[in-house]
């Protein structure tokens, strides 16, 4: 097992990376010194499969939980279901003592995560990521939210979890479909922070993609690492943060005109980050080999590099894309990476070198 800290002062915690972690649950959460009572949140295909275990391990060390349920698929984490999940925390009389497991994907941490900041003012929560995507990226930082029909994450706040636990052995149940898409993620830290890990994966792809314990627990302890990282310097967002959105502002865009339910999230965003490879050609220096380099890998892990878009599409995801966060005076904010490696943010790009990149050009 691997150990990453997240440095944030009192609000200090650490992600946990190995195989048999679920069955170790509840000793973890007695080690952190969290309330005797809690709620699992999960979704009905992780509840089915993980949601006994889950419920055995925090009962065998003396806490009382209930599990609270939620339909699969992105369209669960709204405000209606977050209501949902208040209305259960209510009737089960949960006090701001108590704590949440969040045990899923990124969309159950997400939700889970909006609750905890939210009910009774804000709860301790855990991550119990069961999912690539989710142990590599989304269970880590602190943000939390939920979907409005206009765009992705509009509402949301900074709550940091009390302790993170990537049990390998999840991924094992894991849809090949949902795990090729957390390998998105993993390419994007190459891409930003770290130009070796980027030749690793070019490397390692294939152990990979059959799920190696060893080489995914180097993987994904580096990708937290680089994470826990950015996390430190830039908690809320101010700055260095936004390069973790790398690809980011057109793959949400791609998720909200589509209905949340054509794209998954490592999908949508490993389109995002060929394009604004391609942009980073144009406008950061990045060399042509170097884009070539970040299609194949994406290509070899299964993931789809480009989109098809009519006209009018494409004025909906122009459009979609200025609802997104790092939008500042009406101006759409890209991250962009001048070299393998390492990423700025802030670049202004005019549209017509958008609808160039999303078309596979270079302007």
């Known amino acids: 097992m691997r150990q990453v800290n997240v440095p944030l ?8 990376v190995g195989q048999q972690l679920l069955p170790q649950l509840g000793t973890r959460c007695l080690k952190l010194k969290l309330g005797a009572r809690c709620a699992v949140i999960s979704d009905t295909n992780v509840a089915r499969l993980h949601g006994a275990a889950a419920l055995a391990s925090l009962r065998a060390a003396g806490f009382s939980p209930v599990l609270i349920p939620l339909p699969a698929g992105e369209q669960a984490k709204s405000l209606a279901h977050a209501q949902r999940c ?13 704590f949440i497991v969040a045990l899923g994907g990124g969309v159950v941490g997400d939700l889970a995560g909006f609750v905890a900041a939210t009910y009774l003012r804000g709860m301790d929560f855990v991550q119990v990521p069961t999912t690539l995507l989710a142990q590599v990226d989304s269970s880590v930082g602190g943000k939390v939210g939920v979907n409005l029909p206009e765009g992705k994450n509009l509402v949301g706040a900074f709550h ?3 302790g993170v636990f990537c049990d390998l052995d999840t991924l094992q149940t894991l849809p090949a479909r949902e795990y090729r898409a957390g390998l998105a993620e993993v390419i ?4 930003i922070a770290d130009a070796a890990l980027f030749a690793r994966l070019e490397r390692d792809m294939d ?14 302890a580096r ?5 826990a990282g950015v996390v430190a310097r830039d908690e809320r967002e101010g700055g260095l943060r936004a390069i973790l959105n790398f690809g980011h502002t057109i793959g949400h865009g791609l998720e909200a005109i589509s209905g949340y339910g054509k794209y998954l999230h490592g999908e949508a965003i490993s389109i995002g980050q060929v394009a604004a490879a391609r942009l980073s050609q144009s406008l950061a220096g990045l060399p042509e080999r170097e884009v070539m380099r970040i299609e194949t890998l994406f290509a070899r892990a299964g993931l789809p590099t480009k989109v098809k878009l009519g006209a009018a599409q494409e004025r909906r995801l122009l459009n979609a894309m200025k609802l997104d966060k790092k939008v500042s005076g009406g101006e759409i904010h890209f991250v962009l990476a001048p070299r393998m490696g390492r990423a700025t943010c802030g670049h202004r790009v005019p549209e017509p070198t958008v609808r160039a990149a999303l078309n596979g050009e270079a302007a």
């Open 160 to 162: 940091q979890p009390r």
């Open 9 to 16: 002062g009192t609000r200090r915690y650490s992600i946990h």
């Open 223 to 227: 990708c937290c690492a680089i994470k």
């Open 188 to 191: 994007k830290y190459g891409i």
């Open 86 to 98: 208040y209305r259960a925390l209510a009737a089960h009389r949960l006090e701001r003592g108590s």
């Open 207 to 220: 152990q990979l993609l059959q799920k190696h314990p060893a080489t995914l627990e180097t993987v994904v």
